[in-house]
């Protein structure tokens, strides 16, 4: 029986090398950094990014915030993540998206909440855990998938 098309992992994960996937992951990991913790308030430990300074944009802040944090899911797709964790990093933006609209709250949350590093944090966990050789291991592992569905050079033994 072969595997629903919506429940395949994106195409790219397979032919990315693992060098490609370090190099891969430290953008993304900048991306966060610049979204979530670029700045340091002067006399605090309190770091804050782009992601808080655009919140205090009414309306738009908000919705321009988001378009990295979906970037970094979408990117973790094309990583080969598994749907669980996927699943994580959406809840993650959904809620800094959700909370950020309200005013004052909204933009004290996106200071302490940080969705964007919680989501690389998530995608550099799975990767340290399955090995940096694992570019997908929700296709080696799933049992719907046939030899025929995964490339020559990533093939079960």
């Known amino acids: 029986m072969r595997q629903n098309p919506a429940r395949r992992p994106h195409p790219e994960a397979h032919y990315a090398s693992s060098g490609d996937t370090v190099r891969r992951l430290e953008r993304l990991d900048r991306l966060a ?3 979530d913790s670029a700045l340091r308030i002067p006399g605090t430990s309190i770091r804050l990014g782009w992601d808080s300074i655009l919140g ?3 309306g738009v802040g908000d919705a321009l915030a988001l378009a990295p944090g979906a970037y970094i899911v979408m990117e973790s797709h094309r990583l080969g993540a598994p749907r669980g964790l996927l699943v994580k990093q ?4 959904a809620i800094d998206a ?3 609209t309200i005013p004052v709250i909204g933009d004290l949350f996106d200071v302490g909440f940080k969705a964007n590093r919680r989501n690389v944090a998530l995608l550099k966990d799975h990767f340290e855990r399955n090995g ?16 025929r569905d995964i490339p020559n050079g990533n093939r079960r033994s």
């Open 33 to 35: 950094t610049q979204m």
């Open 56 to 58: 205090l944009v009414p």
């Open 90 to 93: 959406g809840v993650n933006v």
């Open 98 to 100: 959700v909370i950020g």
């Open 132 to 147: 940096p050789g694992t570019l997908n291991a929700a296709a080696t592992t799933d049992p719907g998938m046939t030899d």
